[in-house]
């Protein structure tokens, strides 16, 4: 890349940074994952997830690069996130969200929740959040991934991101969450996880289980990863194989625990009879693609107390988002292409829909309900040679936070609607920051 691409970051000037790191993306080449320290970060002494597993069966899971976030954009999400939580934490907002939530979610145990993914798309306008998950895979792979990164060139290297103790700050996460929910009422400390999805095995993320389980164990606490089915509740403790479960951290996707397989969860969970992480009421408070429409009602947020600065930042960070109703539908059917359509409690992309892709027959499930519409965001890009060919790949930036403080930044890179992780060159990739004052030149 040509040096005469990265311009000199001038003191006074924020926003250099964000162009800096826009001409890295598209100029700069780096292939910045050192493949046998990703082995070594992934296999944890152990075969977690071998080389030859990952090849073949998650060939797209990491890109062999890094995305170029500048710093201003970073602290522009962080504050974002932080108003959210702050609005979040209003009793006029739980009212308001929570009359149309499932009556499972009006449950009240305790835990904020761990991995919130605040995701957001790098707009001409600076950083859009376009949506909030409430169990956002990948924080413990990707921390994995940041240990792996090496520099490829000089200027690089003084933007390669500080190596933080976020694996520790992981597990004190979920010590908290078992604070919060016990309490005094509780003084020993947390003794047993089990980490819980369906079949576990065969999920894409599942080495992250396995890592997860030896983080844990690592650090004094008893854990195993399980299926729904092989829980018990007697009425008094949840168990797993027979051991009592104190903490079970939460990786299914039915957020309300409705099906039938989680009915033993649900009944000990309403008992509280083992602290759930995240349960019902987070994703609730924060995951519905409806409560966008209430972060984005300016008129209700000024009546509820607001500020100015917190509305105005929120008005720039939220994309315009809508239910769909039945009684709208040939309006939405008509501007369809400037909207992205989405399940109110839908996750990982499923049964979303770029307008401009629609055809009648999905459009008539869409405008029977049960969807918001949100105004289309492209996001920045990224350029790669894949394959000896330069390639266009689309950058998500997930937020992983906890309590309103983010722990984690990660890109995904993908190509298509969604990020699918089926891309070659695509996956997660490490966020590095620009600095607003930092280094001159560039990548060769």
Aim: glycine share 6%; proline share 6%; charged share 25%.
């Amino acid at each position: 890349m040509d040096s005469s691409l990265l311009p000199t970051l001038a003191e006074d000037l924020p926003d250099d940074c964000r162009v800096a790191a826009e001409a890295l993306n598209r100029g700069c080449a780096c292939l910045s994952v050192d493949q046998r320290s990703l082995q070594r970060a992934l296999e944890g002494g152990g075969s977690t997830l071998s080389r030859a597993e990952r090849m073949s069966t998650r060939p797209h899971l990491f890109s062999d690069t890094m995305v170029f976030v500048s710093q201003a954009h970073l602290a522009r999400m962080a504050r974002t996130i932080a108003v959210v939580e702050r609005i979040v934490a209003q009793p006029a907002y739980r009212k308001r969200v929570l009359a149309y939530a499932p009556p499972l979610a009006r449950h009240s145990p305790g835990p904020a929740g761990v991995f919130l993914g605040y995701d957001f798309h790098l707009s001409a306008d600076g950083p859009q959040l376009i949506e909030i998950n409430s169990n956002a895979g990948g924080a413990l792979l990707n921390a994995r991934l940041l240990r792996a990164q090496q520099a490829c060139c000089a200027p690089v290297e003084k933007m390669m991101p500080v190596p933080a103790a976020v694996e520790e700050d992981f597990v004190a996460m979920f010590r908290e969450e078992w604070r919060l929910a016990r309490g005094a009422a509780s003084p020993r400390p947390l003794a047993s996880i089990a980490i819980v999805d369906e079949r576990p095995d065969e999920q894409y993320l599942a080495a992250e289980f396995e890592l997860f389980r030896r983080l844990f164990e690592a650090h004094g606490i008893a854990a195993m990863v399980a299926d729904p089915a092989e829980l018990a509740f007697d009425g008094k403790f949840l168990r797993c194989r027979g051991d009592v479960v104190d903490l079970l951290y939460n990786r299914l996707t039915d957020f309300t625990l409705e099906q039938a397989p989680h009915a033993v969860l649900r009944d000990a969970y309403l008992a509280d009879a083992v602290v759930l992480t995240p349960h019902p009421q987070v994703h609730a408070l924060f995951a519905d693609k409806r409560n966008l429409v209430a972060l984005g009602d300016d008129d209700w947020l000024r009546a509820i107390g607001v500020s100015a600065e917190d509305r105005k930042l929120l008005s720039e960070s939220i994309p315009r988002t809508e239910e769909v109703l039945p009684d709208k539908a040939d309006a939405y059917w008509a501007s369809r292409r400037q909207w992205f359509f989405k399940p109110t409690a839908g996750y990982g992309s499923r049964a979303a829909y770029r307008g401009d892709k629609l055809t009648r027959r999905v459009f008539a499930e869409v405008a029977r309900g049960g969807y918001v519409a949100q105004a289309v965001v492209a996001p920045s890009e990224r350029r790669l040679l894949v394959a000896g060919v330069e390639q266009d790949f689309k950058v998500d930036l997930r937020n992983y936070v906890y309590r309103g403080m983010v722990q984690l930044v990660a890109a995904r890179l993908y190509r298509g609607q969604t990020t699918n992780f089926r891309t070659p060159g695509g996956g997660f990739a490490a966020v590095f920051p620009v600095p607003c004052r930092g280094p001159e030149g560039a990548c060769g």
